[in-house]
């Protein structure tokens, strides 16, 4: 870059503490008398889990430089706010007839941190299920991870992390890892979040995750035999001059499903893609420190119209031999649409031969009686359309019965149907007006496309291709009416 580009930076940053944040660490004696599943391993400077159902009293923190090892069934139960605090590595085999958990007594705790262990020994996880964790946020100390490794290498083999509500649910920082069929599921934000590491997925599985799947910072990582499935930001998210390898790629219900920015460099080999809500692809600069990004993809399939590539200006996206074309892209817009993807409920109708709804979502799921009711609707179309439809809306009681409607063509009249390109996930808000004497309960919507001048409606059919009786779609979402 030829032009000085100036980063403000914040003046309101917190205060160095006075004391130390971190647990204190017991002696081995202490630990052994606090903790009675613990006993001392015949490995120097290792504590060993003993098999059995064990509840934590408060925080599981093992002596300065011990590692934990386990090889035998054994379940730990934590309170809420509790952690596991190591700087030592963790050597956990769980047999193939049982299983290590991790989980809360109650519905969540803070999670796993493994601190600045070193890498003689990497940590082996085989066999370990880890679940519900928020991540740790206590005065002066806070992880984004539910699970951390900071400064300590990592193989995760045969586990399971599944309903985080941490930032992250698993956080790797300058070390190197190993993820093999392991599975990520249910999580309320990313899955796994890498910075400046190196190291390997492989054949593991990303389902029902509400952040993105694969979010490396600085790093060198390749994602291989991985399936990506509903993900509503990033399948894989390379940032800040990483480096990555995606080959033998299943993605679907995926936001973006590869998505290289800030200076990054992603190679695809062999992906598969089946409805990606914003683009297959995508290319762009988030952070101006950066620059722009690449990504070189070969056998790349799109199983449905999904828009292959989205690339900002001066990014570069090749599929398959062919350069995507560029546009001056929003970045906020394009984070606000994400966001917006989390909240989404993915479907697949078809109205007549080539209008897809893809997903709606109730912006107002309870509202007041004379309110205004909000419904996005999500729409594809797999060919150029010459004929313009109106959407309408039906409020339905209980009894079925029409007690509010709406008709307009799609964005409040102003983005007709024969403007709409192929692939491209179009965003339609409705606006209904509510009778201010409408009595409180659960209440649905039905909706149908018809040509005004002549009333036609358009069929429906079922992803099975089945029709709808009656050319009209009731969504399986309510929204509540208060008292």
């Known amino acids: 870059?030829?032009?000085?580009?100036?980063?403000?930076?914040?003046?309101?940053?917190?205060?160095?503490?006075?004391?130390?944040?971190?647990?204190?660490?017991?002696?081995?004696?202490?630990?052994?008398k606090q903790y009675?599943?613990?006993?001392?391993?015949?490995?120097?400077?290792?504590?060993?889990?003993?098999?059995?159902?064990?509840?934590?009293?408060?925080?599981?923190?093992?002596?300065?430089?011990?590692?934990?090892?386990?090889?035998?069934?054994?379940?730990?139960?934590?309170?809420?706010?509790?952690?596991?605090?190591?700087?030592?590595?963790?050597?956990?085999?769980?047999p193939d007839d049982g299983q290590i958990y991790f989980g809360p007594?109650?519905?969540?705790?803070?999670?796993?941190?493994?601190?600045?262990?070193?890498?003689?020994?990497?940590?082996?996880?085989?066999?370990?299920?880890?679940?519900a964790t928020n991540g740790i946020s206590r005065d002066g100390w806070i992880t984004t991870g539910g699970v951390t490794f900071y400064e300590s290498p990592v193989v995760l083999s045969d586990c399971r992390l599944f309903d985080s509500t941490a930032e992250d649910a698993i956080n790797v920082v300058r070390s190197e890892f190993e993820f093999m069929d392991t599975e990520?599921?249910?999580?309320?934000?990313?899955?796994f979040d890498g910075d400046f590491v190196r190291g390997r997925i492989e054949r593991c599985a990303f389902h029902?995750?509400?952040?993105?799947?694969?979010?490396?910072?600085?790093?060198?990582?390749?994602?291989?035999?991985?399936?990506?499935?509903?993900?509503?930001?990033?399948?894989?998210?390379?940032?800040?001059?990483?480096?990555?390898?995606?080959?033998?790629?299943?993605?679907?219900?995926?936001?973006?499903v590869v998505a290289s920015k800030?200076?990054?460099?992603?190679?695809?080999?062999?992906?598969?893609?089946?409805?990606?809500?914003?683009?297959?692809?995508?290319?762009?600069?988030?952070?101006?420190?950066?620059?722009?990004?690449?990504i070189?993809?070969?056998?790349?399939?799109?199983?449905?119209?999904?828009?292959?590539?989205?690339?900002?200006?001066?990014?570069?996206?090749?599929?398959?031999?062919?350069?995507?074309?560029?546009?001056?892209?929003?970045?906020?817009?394009?984070?606000?649409?994400?966001?917006?993807?989390?909240?989404?409920?993915?479907?697949?109708?078809?109205?007549?031969?080539?209008?897809?709804?893809?997903s709606y979502e109730f912006a107002t799921p309870s509202l007041d009686p004379g309110g205004e009711l909000r419904l996005a609707l999500y729409w594809q179309t797999d060919a150029r359309l010459e004929q313009n439809y109106t959407v309408f809306i039906h409020i339905l009681d209980d009894s079925g019965d029409v007690i509010a409607q709406r008709d307009s063509m799609p964005q409040d009249n102003n983005y007709a149907t024969s403007h709409w390109l192929a692939g491209p996930l179009i965003d339609d808000i409705h606006v209904i007006p509510l009778p201010p004497d409408l009595p409180a309960g659960e209440y649905r919507a039905a909706i149908g496309l018809y040509v005004w001048q002549t009333g036609e409606r358009l069929t429906v059919r079922l992803p099975d291709g089945k029709e709808i009786p009656g050319t009209t779609l009731v969504l399986d979402q309510t929204f509540e009416v208060n008292n």
């Open 1 to 32: 870059m030829e032009d000085p580009v100036v980063v403000d930076v914040r003046q309101d940053y917190p205060p160095m503490l006075s004391a130390p944040a971190l647990p204190i660490h017991p002696t081995v004696e202490e630990a052994l």
């Open 36 to 94: 009675p599943f613990l006993t001392l391993s015949d490995q120097p400077e290792f504590m060993k889990l003993q098999p059995g159902n064990w509840h934590v009293e408060g925080d599981l923190v093992l002596p300065d430089g011990f590692g934990l090892e386990a090889n035998q069934s054994v379940t730990l139960t934590f309170d809420r706010k509790a952690l596991f605090f190591s700087n030592g590595p963790l050597l956990l085999q769980g």
């Open 105 to 131: 007594e109650n519905d969540h705790w803070a999670g796993i941190i493994v601190l600045q262990a070193g890498t003689d020994i990497a940590s082996t996880l085989h066999n370990v299920e880890i679940r």
């Open 184 to 191: 990520f599921g249910n999580i309320a934000s990313d899955a």
């Open 208 to 256: 029902d995750v509400w952040g993105d799947g694969v979010d490396v910072s600085g790093s060198n990582i390749i994602v291989q035999k991985v399936n990506l499935l509903r993900i509503r930001d990033k399948g894989v998210s390379a940032g800040e001059s990483s480096r990555v390898w995606v080959r033998d790629v299943y993605a679907r219900d995926v936001g973006i």
């Open 262 to 294: 800030d200076m990054s460099q992603v190679t695809v080999e062999r992906l598969e893609i089946e409805r990606a809500w914003v683009a297959g692809l995508a290319a762009f600069l988030k952070k101006m420190e950066y620059g722009p990004a690449t």
């Open 296 to 358: 070189r993809a070969s056998d790349v399939v799109f199983r449905d119209d999904s828009l292959h590539a989205l690339v900002q200006t001066g990014s570069d996206v090749n599929i398959n031999g062919e350069t995507a074309e560029t546009t001056d892209l929003d970045i906020d817009e394009l984070y606000a649409r994400l966001e917006s993807m989390a909240r989404i409920q993915p479907v697949n109708y078809r109205f007549g031969p080539a209008i897809r709804l893809v």
